[in-house]
């Protein structure tokens, strides 16, 4: 079965930093994209990060410079390193991947940038 878990969410000050892990269990980790996506009260979830089998990398415009996606084959997890965060990143944040033509998702972490 597929699982991914998320870890490292929190409170965290504007400006300030977080790393967000997904650990994956139930594929073959090094053939699949991995996607980290977020949901805002009230808002419709969307896609923030995206990663390829072979690392290469794509951005919502409204993350772009400041969040890198990144994954270690090694560990069979993605992460996400949230930099200069600012309250509307506040959200709860969930890996995604595609498999046999389902896509999964983790339970997701909830993310509150706030002073």
């Known amino acids: 079965q597929v699982q991914l878990v998320e870890s490292g969410g929190g409170l965290v000050q504007p400006g300030g930093s977080l790393r967000l892990s997904c650990a994956a269990s139930g594929i073959i980790f090094r053939l699949y994209a991995m996607d980290w996506y977020r949901q805002a009260p009230g808002k419709q979830r969307e896609l923030v990060a995206h990663?390829?089998?072979?690392?290469?990398?794509n951005y919502a415009d409204s993350v772009k410079g400041r969040f890198t996606i990144s994954r270690d084959n090694a560990k069979n997890t993605v992460y996400l390193q949230m930099s200069s965060l600012k309250p509307e990143d506040t959200a709860v944040y969930y890996c995604?991947?595609?498999?046999?033509?389902?896509?999964?998702w983790g339970q997701g972490t909830q993310v509150t940038v706030s002073s």
């Open positions: 990663i390829t089998s072979g690392g290469s990398t």
């Open positions: 995604s991947t595609n498999h046999r033509l389902t896509r999964y």
